[in-house]
């Protein structure tokens, strides 16, 4: 072969490589614009004999992790809330962000939810960090409140629908520290207790606390490991989540204990200059449905 092919060859070969490896970049880049922008639905039906009649086909919306985003995603999360038509907005903690903080842009989403459904909310890691500051969440609890979002700390709301109940438990604290026990004591077990909790860490004690306290089941919404930020593409296994650390247990979908279920959302926000991989958004719709 002559040195002149040989070049050529080469010359070829090197072309191939930096096309190859082109492609790759684009790829990297789109797939990081998809996980940190794109907000996905992720539905899922509950079914239980023990939801009342009137709850029948009631539709639940968990919003978690938004670490106060604000502008224009904020409307384009606000729309895909809005079209899934909820009866409740059920917001999971890390509504604003303590590196970040900007309570204008939560009580902005706040006022935008507040048309779409009564909304009822927990603390956060970020909410009890900022509570730690000058002002703590003042402006944020009165942003709240204005919009008729209920705050739960370690409490039960009671939903009402033509006379029958379910009952939603709201704990903002860790493992150890929340006891619900003495709110429950004189309600009605015969329905599945709705809870909401930031920390999916926290599940199996927090299912072991509702049958204890007479709860046959509950459904638990939870956010905060962000789907393990970098997600092994085609499962639900991510490789860091806070709370857990390397390799969690706990990143999204369904989990099952004691007879209660735990619905875990990947969350639709990043914190400070976290970024997520193979990771999109979400928000989660979860329909309840009487087996009856």
């Keep these: 072969m002559e040195k ?46 023990g939801v009342p009649k009137s709850f029948d086909g009631t539709k639940i919306v968990a919003v978690t992790d938004y ?48 048309d779409i459904a009564p909304g009822y909310l927990v603390y956060g890691n970020h909410e009890l960090r900022v509570a730690k500051e000058d002002g703590g969440l003042e402006q944020y609890d009165r942003a709240a409140e204005k919009y008729g979002i209920d705050i739960l700390k370690n409490e039960i709301a009671d939903l009402e629908k ?24 004189k309600l009605d077990k015969s329905a599945p207790l709705l809870w909401i909790h ?4 926290d599940f199996n004690v927090l299912a072991e606390s509702a049958k204890r306290d007479g ?45 209660s279920e735990l619905i875990l959302s990947r969350g639709c926000g990043n914190s400070s200059i976290t970024l997520r991989s193979f990771d999109p958004f979400e928000i989660v719709v979860c329909e309840l449905k009487s087996d009856k």
């Excluded at 604000?70 to 303590?98: H, M, N, T």
Aim: glycine share 10%; hydrophobic share 35%.
């Design 67 to 114: 670490h106060n985003h604000g502008g224009a995603y904020e409307d384009r999360l606000v729309k895909k809330i809005a079209e899934q038509s909820p009866d409740y907005i059920f917001y999971v903690g890390d509504i604003i962000d303590s590196y970040l903080t900007d309570v204008d842009k939560a009580e902005s989403f706040f006022s935008k939810c507040s």
């Design 198 to 201: 930031h920390y999916p860490e």
């Design 215 to 259: 709860f046959e089941h509950a459904l638990i919404f939870s956010g905060h490991a962000h789907g393990g930020l970098v997600m092994i593409p085609f499962t639900r296994s991510g490789i860091f989540a806070p709370g857990q650390g390397f390799l969690p247990e706990y990143t999204s979908g369904e989990y099952f204990h004691e007879g």
């Design 162 to 185: 033509n006379g029958e109940h379910m009952y939603l438990a709201g704990t903002t604290d860790t493992v150890g520290l929340f006891d619900i026990s003495e709110a429950a004591e």
């Design 4 to 49: 002149g092919e040989q070049s050529e060859k080469k010359t070829t070969k090197r072309k191939k490589v930096l096309i190859i490896l082109l492609v790759l970049v684009v790829i990297a880049v789109l797939q990081l614009v998809w996980s940190n922008g794109y907000i996905d639905v992720e539905k899922y039906e509950y079914r239980d004999a």
